[in-house]
Nanobody, 124 residues
Framework: QDQPVESGGGLVQAGGSLRLSCAASGRTFSRGTMGWFRQAPGKEREFVSAISWSGVSTYYADSVKGRFTISRDNAKNTMSLQMNGLRPEDTAAYYC?????????????????WGQGTQVTVSS
């Protein structure tokens, strides 16, 4: 099964933390870049973070820089997003994605495989 599976979402108070996980097949992970995107009701899906296959290069949206940390374990075919200092504006469905991205890890068009999403709700 190529579709990644996200977990770890939930309800948390502002200032709290959550850790999202993404599990996928080896074939999905071999596509290269793995990323996290999010989509709030009525809004477009937006980039959150991405990590290269080697894990050496990481990318973050300005809105989450310094609060979120992305990591991956290729031996286990898993990727994680540690989210600290959560804010109500972080409330959204979070999606795991994989793709070749062609040097543009922030562009969702470069991702060919998507998970179903996990909901994160931050209360004020």
């Amino acid at each position: 099964q190529d579709q990644p599976v996200e977990s770890g979402g939930g309800l948390v108070q502002a200032g709290g933390s959550l850790r999202l996980s993404c599990a996928a097949s080896g074939r999905t992970f071999s596509r290269g870049t793995m990323g996290w995107f999010r989509q709030a009701p009525g809004k477009e899906r937006e980039f959150v973070s991405a990590i290269s296959w080697s894990g050496v290069s990481t990318y973050y949206a300005d809105s989450v820089k310094g609060r979120f940390t992305i990591s991956r374990d290729n031996a286990k075919n898993t990727m994680s997003l540690q989210m600290n200092g959560l804010r109500p504006e972080d409330t959204a469905a979070y999606y795991c994605a994989a793709g070749e991205t062609y040097g543009r890890p922030m562009d969702l068009r470069g991702y060919s495989v998507w998970g179903q999403g996990t909901q994160v709700t931050v209360s004020s």
